[in-house]
């Protein structure tokens, strides 16, 4: 089993409204790779400029995480500045530097074209078809994108999403790509493009998964103390789909499964700036927040109404 996975590798400039930092490590891969190496094999896709640490790197191979796949260009290494108000929910994108992944073009290592998983994470769509085109014959293909490329690569975005399986997508993007303000709507519409299985990430109120007709919610985990809400959904992405792979099968119930294995990823990238909990993270610590993210969800018995004797 392996997951590969493609999108940007960056410094992050970010400030919420309880603290801020300047270049960070960050980026939809980076990301997705430390929460998926917690359940399978992950190889990465990618390009740092000269200026991008080697010992994050060296942090990555020491999570098991295969970086054939990263080149290292002339020039400097993708950089996004956000800011968050008190809505966390809502990133603002101030600035977009893509530097590097401007020319890039992946040539994947022979041994990643096997990998049975695929996660298209946030970047341009053209590069995301490049890798795509590149692996024989995977059985799950995902895709997460976000407003810059909804808006400035909409018809290459489109022809992407149409050869997925699945799509990542929060609230306020599925609305803009779908020109729809209800979410259900806006879910369906896109089903019609390619991907039977939608997730919408809604932040504190959770995610909710629809395939054909069926549906299934999970809450965010309650947390009292948040700090930055930056790269939770490609976190997200990562304990889903590093879960589905690990398991091999993917099922209605496995999708359930990975929904609360998301969610619960998501919420210890939240405490803390860059990938600083990540780095720190303990298996076990992942297993008693499910724990307690299923009690909390879990209702045993089917609800039976009883008429009130007076009616
Ligand atoms: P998330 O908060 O999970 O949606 O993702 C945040 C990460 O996405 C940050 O670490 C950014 O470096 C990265 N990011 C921001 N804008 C873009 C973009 N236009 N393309 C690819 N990655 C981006």
């Known amino acids: 089993m392996s997951v590969v996975v493609v999108g940007s590798i960056a410094f992050d400039s970010v400030k919420t409204p309880f603290g801020q930092c300047e270049q960070v490590l960050g980026g939809a891969a980076n990301f997705f790779s430390l929460a998926a190496s917690f359940f399978t094999d992950v190889k990465l896709v990618g390009v740092v400029g000269e200026d991008f640490p080697q010992n994050h790197l060296d942090v990555l191979r020491a999570r098991g995480i295969d970086i054939a796949g990263v080149t290292r260009a002339p020039g400097k290494t993708f950089h996004w500045r956000g800011e968050y108000g008190f809505d966390l929910n809502e990133a603002k994108t101030l600035k977009t530097d893509l530097n590097v992944f401007s020319d890039f073009k992946p040539n994947l290592p022979v041994h990643y074209r096997d990998a049975e998983t695929v996660f298209l994470a ?56 779908a020109s729809e303000s209800n979410v259900v709507k806006a879910a369906r519409a896109i089903q019609k493009l390619g991907p039977k299985t939608i997730i919408v990430k809604r932040g504190e109120y959770g ?29 997200f992405a990562g304990g889903f789909l590093g879960w589905l792979d690990s398991k ?26 860059s990938f600083k909990r990540l780095e720190v993270l303990q298996h076990e610590e992942i297993e008693e927040r499910c724990k307690t993210l299923q009690q909390a969800t879990h209702s045993p018995n089917t609800v039976h109404l009883r008429r009130p004797s007076s009616s």
């Open 207 to 235: 995610a909710v998964l629809f395939q054909g007709e069926r549906m299934f919610y999970v809450p965010a985990y309650p947390l009292e103390s948040l700090f930055d809400p930056t790269g939770a959904g490609d976190t």
């Open 122 to 177: 946030n970047i341009d769509p053209e590069l995301q078809l490049l890798v795509l085109d590149q692996i024989k014959s995977p059985r799950l293909v995902a895709l997460d994108t976000m407003n810059f490329w909804i808006e400035g690569k909409n018809a290459a975005l489109k022809k992407a999403i149409a050869r997925v399986d699945m799509l990542f997508i929060n609230d306020a993007e599925i609305r803009q790509l």
């Open 248 to 273: 091999g099968q993917h099922h209605f119930d496995d999708l359930k499964e990975a929904m609360t294995l998301g969610s619960v990823m998501a919420s210890f990238t939240i405490e803390d700036f």
